[in-house]
Every structure is written in structure tokens, then in C-alpha cells.
């Protein structure tokens, strides 16, 4: 049986979790969709490693060859992932000077000049006094959220923000309240109540309250409503936490997030956090705030005091690609990255659309869930995708509620108009087999209505 040890007699299973019924009975039938090796860089199109079972999918097996696949799930936002004419040679460079890694954290010897570049860079990109880079996206949220608040404050939470920031305010000992997704009404009536009632039993005024939301939402894509949000934090005297790891680099004039998209100042904005796994093609995270607040968390965040530095040749890659994106490198590259990354997601999406599908997010978002709903066709649409060599990301539980199963296409700058067209084709055909034109009808009405106006 999965994750079970029989030599350990008289020990609770170590394994067994709230999850065991659907991993036995459904993740093990269908992980073959998950997790699958690539074998290049996430570049748009890459190889994915073929795996066989001869256990009805409990292992799954290598079997040394590859296909050659159209990438619609990796991160790769800008094109950055793949290799790149300015920063790959800077960054192999750095490599020669540095070494892979710093051995070491940020206080004791993984300082570098290239860190202190990194976090000049990164306060000067997304316009705020300073900022701090961690080596990891995660650990961001769920290491910084325990220092900003803790016992007696108050938390509240956008329903549907990441496993790291909701791992984060569990760490913080705060008492956490959440928000129906995106409703700037609900957060304003869930601050007002608890406002008036204080801190549980003794009812006192909450020592500090930390609003977080998240520019896009990654398994919806849609961005937050952020003026009508940050209107209410003022209103109420809360802080407001801002997550942009899918947002920043890739949306806003000149890439700087939902922030210049919605036309919303920086200042306003407590805290700003990112990552550099996405847009950038590298990793790790950063907080960007006042000099104060910066320089409180390097004196107390643990991710900053104790976990190893950020590679060096991973900091030059976010040096590098910031320059491209601001045009600093001599060329205009950045902005055409830009300009096609926002042409490639609203083509896409439309024509999704235009197919019947049930497509959530935003106009200019480049995250665009397909949905399932029905688990059993999460298995059917990834393989059936995948036998015409397109490989695309399926979200499922726990990431999701188990009936609200989605396929998220992420699309880069780096897409042809030849590739979108391929991926839309293979979508179409598998999306007649498996079922999942939900929205035909409407589709077909809004096709009539337009041939009428013409």
C-alpha cells in the first residue's frame, strides 16, 4: 500500500494524512499528469522525459526517451527561461567569478557585491526606499509573515492567496480572518467587525492589521482589485501586504506589476513582495518597503539571518533581465517582450473563448485556467495533449477543491503566433474528445451577435 512501512510495528503511520483516501484512489491513477521531467530548459518549446508503469501507475519508470513538446505551464512569463543573447553569458560569467553558490548566509559571508546590486535594483524596479532578496519564493512569504505580525494582530486573507502566505500567517500566531475572493465590500465588512470586537476574550484593540492580497491570482488569473482594496485599509488603519509573484515583470507599461497597471502609487503600498521565478528566469524572492521596515527584517527575519544566500549567477540573471526590461542593456528588447507577452495572452484567450471554453482571469493576464471540474477529465485532457506534444500544467486537489479542476496555460513573450495557433488547434480537438466546451452555446450566440453588428 502507498506510503505505509511495516517494519515500524507499533508506530502511527508517518504518512498517513488528510489526503490519503484521494491519493490512493485518484492521484496514484492519474500522476502521470503531474510532475513530469523535463529535460532542457522551460524554454517555449522543451523536452519532456517519457515515463511507463506496470503497476497501474503506483511508479512510474523513465524510459530515456523524450518528446518534443510546445511548453504551456512553466512560468516563463518574459522568455527569460530559455537562453537569452544578453543575460545567459553574464550569468555563466558570474558563475566563473563566484561560483555556484555562496556557501553561506546573508550575515556571515553570502554577501556579495552582486547582492547589494540585486536588491538596489530590485528597490529601484518596483519603485520603493529598499528592498531585501531571499533565495526562495516560498520562504518569502512564509518566513517574512511571522516577523511582521504576530499574537495579538490581526490577519486577513484574500480566500484564495497562496499555501505560502497562508502557511505564513499560521506561523505568525495572529489571528487570521478571511475574505471572499477579490471583494473589496466583504473586506471592508469582515475589518469593521472585527474592529469592534477586538482581540478574542479580553476584546482589546488589535495591536496591528495586515491585509494580504496577490496582483494575479495564480490559479484564477485574475488580478486583485487593488484601488478599491487600498482605499479600504486606509479607511481602517490596516496594513496592506501585496504578493506579486506573477504579477511583477509581467504586466504594467513598462513591467512593473499591477501597481502601474491599475494606476496605483507605490508609496501607498506597505509591503511589496515578489519573486524572481517567473518574469525574471531565475529564483528566489524579494520585500520591497520603507528603509525602516528593510532594515527590521534583516535584523530578525530568519530566512535572512540563517538560509544560505542567493546563488550568484542567480542574482546576475535578475540584474540582467531587469535591464533588458527597463531598455538598460542599449536595446528595446524589454518592451517588446511586454508588448508581446500582452498580445500573446489576449489572443489566446479570446480564441479559447471563441472554442466554448470556460475561461478564468483577465483581459492582459498571461494566466489562463481551463476548466475541468470533473476529475476524470483532468487525466484524459493531459494525456490526450500530451500525445500531440503539447505539455500543459493541470490543477488539481489540494491546490484546488476536488471538483473545481482546471488546466492553467501560461503564456510566454516568447510564443510565435505559429505556436498559439498549434496549441489552440491540439486544445480544440482534445477539448471535442474529452468534453469540456462548456460555454459552446454562448459562444456560438456572441459569434451571431457579432455577424449581426457587422
Given amino acids: 500500500m502507498f506510503f505505509t512501512n511495516n517494519n515500524l510495528q507499533g508506530y502511527a503511520p508517518i504518512c498517513l494524512g488528510a489526503e490519503d483516501f484521494y491519493i490512493r484512489r485518484l492521484y496514484l491513477r492519474i500522476q502521470d499528469c503531474f510532475g513530469r521531467p523535463i529535460a ?11 515515463r511507463h508503469s506496470n503497476d497501474n501507475n503506483k511508479t512510474l519508470k523513465r524510459t530515456g526517451n523524450i518528446s518534443r513538446c510546445l511548453n504551456l505551464g512553466s512560468y516563463n512569463y518574459l522568455g527569460f527561461g530559455g537562453a537569452d543573447e544578453y543575460c545567459t553569458p553574464r550569468a555563466i560569467e558570474c558563475l566563473k567569478r563566484f561560483s555556484p553558490s555562496t556557501c553561506s548566509s546573508r550575515v556571515d559571508g553570502g554577501t556579495t557585491s552582486l547582492h547589494n546590486e540585486l ?17 526562495m519564493g516560498y520562504v518569502t512569504n512564509s518566513a517574512i509573515l511571522p516577523v511582521l505580525i504576530g499574537k495579538g494582530g490581526l490577519i486577513v486573507s484574500d480566500s484564495l492567496n497562496h499555501n505560502s502566505a497562508i502557511n505564513g500567517a499560521r506561523g505568525s500566531g495572529a489571528t487570521i480572518r478571511v475574505f471572499q475572493h477579490n471583494s473589496p465590500d466583504h473586506l471592508e465588512e469582515v475589518l469593521r467587525e472585527q474592529i469592534a470586537e477586538g482581540q ?9 492589521i495586515l491585509v494580504i492580497v496577490e496582483g494575479i491570482y ?44 491599475l494606476g496605483v ?47 550568484p549567477p542567480a542574482a546576475q540573471q535578475i540584474i540582467s533581465s531587469i535591464k533588458v526590461i527597463l531598455g538598460e542593456n542599449g536595446s528595446n528588447r524589454g518592451v517588446e517582450k511586454l508588448s508581446q507577452i500582452r498580445e500573446n495572452s489576449n489572443f489566446f484567450r479570446s480564441e479559447l473563448i471563441k472554442m466554448g471554453f470556460e475561461v478564468l482571469g483577465d483581459i492582459d493576464s498571461p494566466i489562463m485556467p481551463i ?32 471538483l473545481l479542476a482546471r488546466a492553467r496555460m501560461c503564456i510566454s513573450a516568447s510564443h510565435t503566433k505559429e505556436d498559439l495557433i498549434k496549441a489552440l488547434e491540439v486544445i480544440s480537438q ?18 451571431q451577435e457579432r455577424m449581426k453588428l457587422e
Wanted: glycine letters at 8%; aromatic letters at 10%.
Fill in 40 to 50: 532542457s530548459a522551460p524554454d517555449v518549446w522543451f523536452d519532456v522525459v517519457e
Fill in 119 to 135: 536588491e538596489e535594483c530590485v528597490a529601484r524596479f518596483v519603485r520603493k526606499p529598499a528592498a531585501i532578496v531571499f533565495s
Fill in 200 to 208: 478574542p476574550r479580553t476584546h482589546r484593540p488589535w495591536k496591528k
Fill in 218 to 261: 495564480s490559479m484564477e488569473g485574475d488580478f486583485c482589485k487593488l484601488p478599491d482594496i487600498l482605499a479600504i485599509c486606509k479607511k481602517y488603519k490596516a496594513y496592506i501586504y501585496l504578493d506579486e509573484a506573477h504579477s511583477i515583470g509581467a504586466v504594467g507599461k513598462t513591467g512593473r506589476g499591477v501597481c502601474e497597471l
Fill in 265 to 311: 502609487d507605490t508609496a501607498d503600498v506597505d509591503i511589496m513582495m515578489g519573486t524572481f521565478s517567473k518574469s525574471f528566469g531565475s529564483c528566489g524572492g524579494y520585500i520591497a518597503g520603507s528603509k525602516e521596515l528593510i532594515q527590521y527584517l534583516k535584523y530578525t527575519c530568519p530566512a535572512h539571518l540563517y538560509a544560505t544566500s542567493i546563488s
Fill in 371 to 402: 476548466m475541468l471540474y470533473n476529475p476524470a477529465k483532468i487525466p484524459a485532457f493531459s494525456r490526450e495533449c500530451l500525445k500531440k506534444n503539447v505539455a500543459v500544467v493541470m490543477v488539481a486537489f489540494p491546490a484546488t477543491p476536488l
Fill in 430 to 447: 482534445v477539448g471535442d474528445l474529452v468534453g469540456i466546451k462548456y460555454l459552446l452555446g454562448e459562444a456560438d450566440k456572441q459569434q
